[in-house]
């Protein structure tokens, strides 16, 4: 055996791009086709694989223009390296009845295959065959050109007879002699016609043998697996009866090119296909194109790239005491010490050396090993120096690519987005993965890689390695990543920066450790199940995430991905809605109108995947699932059949709902948790967002109060019907404290009633001692503290002085004094105004003497919100 001395070989390129899915049930579908978005050449290449068979089967979709250009839909038998092996009964068979029971009319007479402007085209690998009597198939092929003159259009024509005199004889399918059947090839084409005509009366005879005939296409060799008899003919239904499952399987072969170039012109072209050690081979003369094949000891997909092979792991030409050494595409027979010739098996092979000549090997040998390091020294610091410059030109030009100029100018116009917006050198995130090394990466998906890193400073990060962008999107994505820098909100994953040196750019966010929501609720083994107020509070910071997002940003952001394993949890379970990779800035009062859809089956809005056009509602649907995933533990998509797996999680909770069944599909934990009337209206508030008309939905910000008010509701169920009241009050906007002047809106007349249910006098006399007639008209003035509750604490936020007439015991409201306002900024209470001395915050003699002084420093514990605006 020889002995091979080189490294071990890298593993074969992949047949599929990364990421993609491979195969779809028995067949593996090699790039240039694909599974899904992104995964193929173009979308002539794209393949459907429809899970609903078992085993799955692929489709082909785009194949070719058929029935006033409506789309055929080809099932894939087989793909190899220049053909694609298809069948469809309907596109390649025909059928032809004539006489007075089908009213002398044809049914489905013609095969009609068009191909043009695709990159396919019928193989010379088929043949036509006709079954029945006295009938002419006719066969019409057509081939068009582009060129510098203009189309070059080439035809050609052909068919076949097939002749009955009688029907007592059978005869063999493998034969078909002419006698009830009859058969033709074709040639290579773009469009093939097949035409049935009857010809019995042009032969003059009297009545036709058989009412019907068929016509066939298929791959020569295919049909003769079958035995036919002319009695057969007689009856058209028993023909299709008995044959027609296995015409269903002959497949017929189609020739697949790279289109538009041939392999003169297609080295220089931008979207060439042939990758690294493969080459180019004209497909053909008349129709143009080329196919890529992997150089002479090359192996792998040649569009993607194509590997050295290591002979020398496998058979070779070296003799048995030689040394091996592998070569980029070939290999060396080197013989050992001790030996000299070429080391081949067919040449001189390994000879021993005379004693004599050992001593003038060894000279030589050292002298040649000298001046080799000394070569291979010089060499490497000229190759550092070499490809350091190289980088430094590579990342320069990717920087610029990626739109790192842009980015440049906006910093230099707002030195705001400089403190927000890092820009990252790919040294540091190559440091900060190793290298990206694939033990780091967290996650991968359509949208790219997730790598786990730790920054020089020590801080973890999570590094998103996009999928390469359209050059023609690099202003909006610059926008994007500036617009998503500044984004501050709890609950939204922060992006820390960006790195724009690298073909594909790198985006950098906060790390979150807790895992996903989806994680928490399909985890039945978890040690700390999410309990029903953990779930509430959950949805409803979700909602206030998307609203925010939705509404409170200068730019609307639309998410498009909204699903539980894209909302993230931290160690103390507060909600991150992450993954803005398919997030797009859209203008005020538009509607994003795309040309693909984008996002996740069984959160998609149904409105958005008949029209295409996505809107803020389409968001409000997708949380509508997430809360449906809150409410029952389910999966959105279940592949259990007992859960019924043809109907979606969405679809059987609406049912439930209509039937007025909800504990049916509620989760056994939340419906021993949770209150019926919390767990009604969090169910009904979840039907409103799958309404399959979005402009019944509501708006996130009307799903975050609503929300809110639940929670609050639950937190003060214990108290009194007084806390209740003044949640409830909180729902109207006529009494909210402006955030831009930190004045009090005027109050309605209508709701001084609310506000006095709600608030206790200090003094303990009755209404008798007070209003004494004995006594001259006098009017006393009272004051008495507006309260509410924030994050369990009692703070006093206001005033209203009360005037009495003594004599006739009419209280006179005056308007509410802003002298006790809090306002949450930037992470810290502010006060805008001041309670006077006196005062005792109150609702009740209780909570009067009880009431707490709440601090600046006491609300620092709370979550920070920007946006928060205080009720009364």
């Not at 000891?297 to 290591?310: K, Q, R, S, T, V």
């Not at 969405?650 to 021993?672: G, H, S, T, W, Y």
Request: hydrophobic share 35%; with cysteine.
């Amino acid at each position: 055996m020889a002995v091979a001395v080189a490294p071990p070989p890298s593993n074969a390129s992949e047949f599929t791009k990364p990421g993609c899915q491979s195969r779809c049930g028995n067949l593996e579908i090699p790039y240039p086709f694909g599974i899904g978005l992104n995964c193929s050449r173009n979308s002539y290449f794209n393949i459907n694989c429809n899970a609903s068979f078992n085993p799955p089967k692929p489709f082909l979709l785009n194949a070719n223009r058929y029935d006033n250009y409506k789309l055929t839909y080809y099932e894939v038998v087989n793909i190899s390296e220049t053909q694609i092996y298809v069948k469809n009964s309907k596109a390649q068979q025909s059928m032809a009845c004539y006489g007075k029971r089908f009213d002398n009319k044809t049914q489905n007479s013609t095969i009609y295959m068009n191909f043009l402007d695709s990159p396919y085209t019928l193989s010379d690998a088929n043949q036509v065959t006709s079954i029945g009597c006295d009938d002419l198939a006719m066969v019409q092929q057509d081939s068009i050109k582009a060129s510098s003159g203009g189309a070059i259009k080439a035809s050609s024509g052909g068919g076949c007879a097939s002749y009955c005199s009688h029907f007592q004889n059978p005869f063999g399918f493998g034969s078909c002699p002419g006698i009830g059947c009859c058969r033709t090839s074709i040639s290579k084409g773009d469009i093939l016609i097949v035409e049935l005509s009857d010809m019995h009366s042009y032969w003059r005879r009297v009545s036709k043998f058989f009412p019907c005939s068929f016509a066939f296409i298929g791959m020569i060799g295919d049909y003769d697996k079958f035995n036919f008899s002319l009695s057969h003919l007689r009856n058209s239904t028993t023909l299709l009866k008995t044959y027609n499952q296995e015409f269903m399987g002959m497949p017929f072969v189609l020739d697949w090119r790279i289109m538009d170039y041939n392999c003169t012109d297609a080295p220089n072209s931008t979207d060439y296909a042939c990758g690294k050690n493969s080459y180019c081979i004209d497909m053909d003369t008349k129709l143009g194109g080329y196919h890529c094949r992997c150089k002479k000891g090359y192996e792998g997909n040649p569009y993607l790239g194509c590997n050295d092979i290591n002979e020398c792991e496998i058979s070779n030409h070296c003799v048995s005491i030689g040394i091996c050494t592998n070569t980029p595409g070939s290999y060396n027979c080197l013989c050992p010490n001790g030996y000299h010739g070429d080391g081949n098996k067919y040449g001189i092979g390994c000879i021993p050396v005379q004693l004599s000549h050992n001593k003038l090997a060894i000279g030589v040998g050292l002298g040649a090993g000298m001046g080799f390091l000394l070569l291979s020294s010089t060499c490497f610091w000229l190759y550092k120096f070499h490809k350091k410059g190289k980088d430094k030109k590579r990342k320069e030009k990717f920087f610029k690519r990626n739109g790192g100029l842009l980015l440049q100018q906006q910093i230099l116009i707002d030195q705001g987005i400089l403190e927000k917006t890092r820009l990252f050198t790919v040294k540091e995130l190559e440091k900060a993965t190793d290298n990206f090394n694939q033990s780091r990466i967290l996650g991968q998906g359509g949208q790219g890689t997730v790598y786990k890193g730790m920054l020089s400073e020590g801080k973890i990060v999570a590094i998103k390695k996009s999928k390469l962008i359209d050059e023609n999107q690099v202003k909006q994505f610059i926008n994007e990543v500036v617009m998503l820098s500044q984004i501050i909100h709890r609950n939204v994953v922060k992006l820390l920066g960006c790195c724009l040196e690298t073909e594909v750019p790198l985006l950098v966010y906060e790390f979150i450790f807790n895992g996903t929501l989806f994680d928490h609720i399909q985890d039945k083994t978890d040690e700390f199940p999410l309990s029903w107020n953990m779930r509430l509070r959950i949805a409803v910071e979700v909602a206030e995430a998307l609203a925010y997002l939705h509404s409170a940003t200068s730019f609307p952001i639309y998410h498009r991905d909204v699903k539980s394993t894209n909302i993230l949890l931290d160690e103390r379970y507060v909600v991150k809605v992450s993954d803005f990779g398919i997030s797009r800035s859209i203008a005020v009062d538009h509607t994003h109108l795309t040309t693909l859809v984008k996002g996740t089956f069984g959160y998609l809005d149904p409105e958005y995947f008949q029209s295409s056009r996505f809107t803020e509602k389409s968001d409000v649907y997708s949380f509508g699932v997430v809360l449906v995933e809150l409410l029952t533990g389910q999966k959105p998509i279940s592949s259990d059949a007992e859960t019924e797996e043809d109907i979606g999680l969405a679809m059987r909770f609406l049912l439930c709902m209509e039937a007025e069944n909800l504990e049916k599909i509620l989760d056994p934990q939340v419906l021993e948790q949770g209150k019926r009337e919390e767990l009604t209206t969090v169910a009904k508030l979840a039907q409103k967002c799958l309404n399959l008309n979005g402009k019944k939905r509501p708006t996130m910000k009307e799903v975050a109060m609503e929300l809110e008010i639940v929670r609050m509701s639950q937190k003060h169920s214990t108290t009194s019907e007084t806390k209740y009241q003044d949640v409830q009050l909180r729902k109207s906007k006529a009494i909210l404290i402006s955030d831009d002047n930190y004045t009090w809106t005027k109050v309605p007349k209508e709701k001084w009633a609310q506000l006095h249910s709600i608030i206790k006098e200090r003094s303990t006399k009755n209404k008798a001692n007070r209003c004494k007639t004995k006594y001259p008209s006098v009017q006393r003035s009272k004051s008495f503290s507006v309260m509410r509750y924030y994050q369990d604490k009692l703070v006093a936020v206001g005033e209203i002085q009360q005037t009495q007439d003594t004599s006739s015991c009419v209280l006179i409201y005056k308007r509410v004094i802003a002298n006790g306002v809090l306002r949450e900024r930037r992470g810290h209470v502010r006060r805008v105004g001041r309670v006077p001395k006196g005062t005792s915050p109150s609702l009740d003699s209780t909570a009067a003497s009880n009431a707490p002084r709440v601090t600046s420093n006491q609300f620092s514990e709370y979550p920070r919100n920007d946006d928060h605006r205080f009720n009364v």
